[in-house]
């Protein structure tokens, strides 16, 4: 995720960006992982339901200081080839990284990968406050 939010357009909505055929509609589901940042500023949760062979989704949300105000916010997510390792730093993506990054107040994202019911997914969030940037790697996750 570095430099993603260097390449944002000023956005100023929290309306998702990329292929709508690739992404679940919305950040719901079973809540498969969830963490937030150490010092309160937000937090990355990732959801699967079982639809299109699987489909995981992934939001970062604003908490504390920082919820309902506009900040660089961005969410990434990916499909690996690998099949266990939960928890392991690394994904082979073998399908397009859905991303959603702009100046938000409440959350980035939603953004999606179908075909993961026997795949690992990967997703990471960050929010940038006071010129430092705050993220969250999952690592593989759902395997």
């Given at each position: ?10 956005v ?11 992404r679940?509609?919305?950040?719901s ?28 989704s ?18 990434r ?11 392991a ?7 397009p ?17 179908p ?29």
């Amino acid at each position: 995720m570095v430099g993603l939010l260097s390449t944002m357009g000023g956005v100023s909505l929290a309306v998702p960006k990329g292929d709508p055929s690739i992404r679940s509609p919305e950040c719901s589901g079973w809540v498969t992982y969830s963490e937030r940042l150490a010092n309160g500023l937000g937090e990355l949760v990732i959801y699967y339901k079982s639809s299109d062979g699987g489909t995981n989704s992934a939001c970062f949300y604003h908490l504390g200081k920082m919820y309902g105000v506009a900040a660089p916010t961005a969410v990434r997510i990916e499909r690996c080839l690998e099949t266990v390792g939960a928890g392991a730093p690394g994904c082979t993506r073998d399908f397009p990284a859905d991303v959603d990054s702009g100046n938000f107040s409440y959350y980035a994202g939603p953004v999606g990968v179908p075909g993961t019911a026997d795949r690992c997914v990967r997703a990471v969030g960050e929010i940038v406050v006071d010129g430092r940037r705050h993220h969250i790697d999952s690592y593989r996750r759902g395997c």
